[in-house]
């Protein structure tokens, strides 16, 4: 198939950007999207022109190094997918496809498609951990989890940290990130020591980037390629609620 | 000129004496201790953010040295082990059903097909134990049972249940524990992180590693970096073969760059393919996609009886299907080692029974297990591996049995260390999948996690001490005459990509680079083939330092820069692969001689001549130099690998 391409350039942080157009024929529908678009830096190399920086690594959904708006949607049109896991069979000859890259206060562009998400590492930073330094484990038995709470622990856990969520909600928020981080470790037993402490400070470093509030639209549990629960983010706020006042009291 | 010349055999590999179960007590008694007030005085660099790099680099925080972390991605948590999927081995013997430290060992060496160190391996299986606990105590969600205890799969090459998961993300989740250390740690200020780093050379100073020269990938900004003693944790180089279950990033560059100032590289032709990837679908693709060997546990793999039959599976009836893994090998079935059920695959379709297209693949089939344990069972313990593989071929495997086909995975060579993981260079320490260390010629399945969190969270931390606590660590600046030299020969390389200014792309070598190492130094390898491989390695690294183009400059994120240094080096990697091979001429684990097999197809191992590690001196404008590391079995009996 041939398809119109609308892709966002931008050479640095500091400059001007815009929309440039790109024609690309002869796209296999077996094609993920990311092989479209080497396909197409090929030809732009072979012109002479700069190919188009995109983020990507594992190239099978699970790094969350991918990203991209298309066509205004994260990661675009299919539901629990990422970009390199988005095929070209779900688009038709003929198609004008908008390529943009996440944009989000939290998330500054460095070239063209690509952002900066170290903001994410920053929230982790704050306490999306148990403290348990190497070797001061007890045996892995010592301590049975019910099966529901490792289940849910774990479908909380499978966030790829990609960034969609934020890239898909209004007020740029990190919310769906940073429950899923305080689900995942405040479901278990070992989690519980910190758990308090974990979310104040995980919802202080969120705020401080520059991610914006939750104001319950829900895009980035539609958007997640995960599908992390939007009830996470009713968990972080029960949780930061009595943190709150067992903390001032 | 030869091909190569042969060294001194390697004396000492620092192994303790002593009966194997003690020797690793020995040798954590015996390393010298660095007084914790001292530690923050040592600096170590940690290239890798893995699951040896990311554990390593957190453990040697929490100990008080000062860490700095490298990785290439934008974030720590992104290193490829996040791929892994299936599990990984413990012989915490929590099924009763006979395992033990011993039995792990054995398995490991006897999967390994006797071309491992017995010191190393065991060392590996008592360690295992330690991981589970660590990890759990860390937040890992490991699958459990409802009475709330851990669970446990079996994996190919064993006879026990020892292998711990995650639904079908169990790297995901174990290196998001590492991570998480990692990310409390820099934190605790005890981790400087530098991601979107790449290191390009090794700077090597009064013979001991002592920093390295690295770019800022978004600025594009060339420095120098200095430490008491650099660790490699930098993963494996299967992406030689373009095509490959590893992400788009992994390379060989910074071992690469280690083996040209000094450190030996070891069996570099030790490769494994794994049996069960989604086929190819055309000429544009640009990776291939593992869908875990824990689908063999309940998959049943089968072929057709006619060549070239042209109906679809369910048409085809059960008498005229070959189930050609339980026909062959009844006791193990389906979950033979990798290298036996790839090579089958192969043998299949080579005699014209393959399916799907190009007749390159074989049927992975679910209906029986279905049956079985219903659906519902089925899509707990595969769903996310099921929508992986519809997402990717557009085929819902609950209704026609998946197609695979075998695709390079992961790489068993690595730099050469010694017990402690230290390599030739003093200083430079090489884990997890960037060393050669612990699994011969053949890799089990869910052994590398547990490998790499060995390595990182507890024997290097260990046997690091004992080099940190003697050394002289005059101060290191970027004036250095070696630090100059190393950072203008990198300038110098960069600047010769970006003006040769040629007509063909990086990607469009990368992939002909990666059709002659498949077609040569794949799942069977000839003298002629491999010597024709040569050749056109040569040949095609030639017309590349001609013809390629990278366009952009040098001062920015240029991605096409990048591959340029990757692919670079994987050409002077990919004809020591095939060298190495050459000269193997013995069948060994992932290793298949053409030339030496059993009557019945199996590989033929020849131990009278090849009980040893091949070790490679970089060997600059001259060939390179073979140096042997003798293997005794002290512990486990050579066999001929029966899995029948
Ligand atoms: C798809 C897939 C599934 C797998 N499933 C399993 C499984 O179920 N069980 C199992 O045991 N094993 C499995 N393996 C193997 C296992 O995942 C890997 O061997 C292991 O995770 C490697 O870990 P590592 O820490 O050595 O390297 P990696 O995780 O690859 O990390 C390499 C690190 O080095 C950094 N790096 C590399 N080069 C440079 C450079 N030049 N400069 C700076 N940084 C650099 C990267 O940024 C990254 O942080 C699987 C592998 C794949 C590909
Ligand atoms: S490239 Fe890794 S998730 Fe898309």
Known sequence: ?249 | MNLYTEGDPIADTKAPEGPIETRWDTRRFEAKLVNPANRRKRTVIVVGTGLAGGSAAATLGEAGYHVKSYCYQDSPRRAHSIAAQGGINAAKNYRNDGDSVHRLFYDTVKGGDFRSRESNVHRLAQVSVEIIDQCVAQGVPFAREYGGLLDNRSFGGAQVSRTFYARGQTGQQLLLGAYQALERQVAAGTVEMHARHEMLDLIVVDGKARGIVVRDLVTGEITTDFADAVVLASGGYGNVFFLSTNAKGCNVTATWRAHRKGALFANPCFTQIHPTCIPQSGEHQSKLTLMSESLRNDGRVWVPKEKGDPRPANEIPEDERDYYLERIYPSFGNLVPRDIASRAAKNVCDEGRGVGPGGLGVYLDFADAIARLGQDAVEAKYGNLFEMYERITGEDPNKVPMRIYPAVHYTMGGLWVDYDLQSTIPGLFVVGEANFSDHGANRLGASALMQGLADGYFVLPNTINDYLATGDFTPVTEEHPAAVEARSAVEERINRFLSIDGDRTVDSFHRELGRIMWDYCGMERTDEGLRKAIELIRGLREEFWRRVKVPGSGDDLNQALEKAGRVADFFELAELMCIDALHRTESCGGHFRGESQTPDGEALRDDENFSYVAAWEWGGDQPPVLHKEDLTFEYVHLVQRSYK
């Not at chain 1, 049109?77 to 990422?82: D, G, I, K, S, V």
């Not at chain 1, 944009?103 to 930073?125: C, E, T, Y």
């Not at chain 1, 520059?210 to 539609?222: A, V, W």
Request: proline content about 6%; some cysteine; aromatic content about 6%.
């Open chain 1, 1 to 249: 198939m041939n398809l119109t391409l609308r892709i966002w350039r931008q050479h640095g942080p500091e400059e001007k950007g815009r929309m440039v157009k790109y024609r690309v024929e002869d796209v296999s529908p077996d094609m993920s999207f990311l092989e479209m678009l080497d396909m197409l830096n090929e030809e732009l190399t072979l012109a002479g022109d700069e190919p188009v920086a995109f983020d990507h690594d594992c190239r099978e959904g699970i790094c969350g190094m991918c990203s991209l708006m298309i066509n205004g949607s994260a990661h675009g049109p299919e539901r629990a997918t990422t970009t390199c896991q988005l095929h070209m069979r779900h688009f038709n000859d003929g198609d004008t496809i908008d390529i943009e890259p996440w944009r989000a206060r939290a998330f500054p562009v460095v070239k063209d498609l690509v952002v900066d998400r170290s903001s994410f590492d920053r929230i982790i930073q704050a306490g999306g951990y148990i403290s348990a330094p190497t070797g001061s484990a007890p045996d892995a038995h010592a301590t049975p989890v019910p099966k529901a709470d490792a289940d849910a622990a774990f479908e909380a856990a499978t966030c790829i940290g990609c960034g969609a969520c934020v890239a898909a909600c209004p007020n740029g928020s990190g919310m769906l990130f940073t429950a899923a981080k305080v689900t995942h470790l405040g479901l278990l037993p070992q989690g519980q020591p910190e758990r308090d402490e974990r979310v104040l400070n995980m919802i202080h470093a969120h705020d401080d980037a520059g991610f914006g509030g939750c104001t319950n639209t829900g895009e980035c549990h539609e958007v997640c390629p995960k599908g992390i629960p939007l009830a996470s983010i009713g968990r972080l706020n029960r949780d930061f609620l009595k943190a709150s006042r067992s903390i001032s009291r």
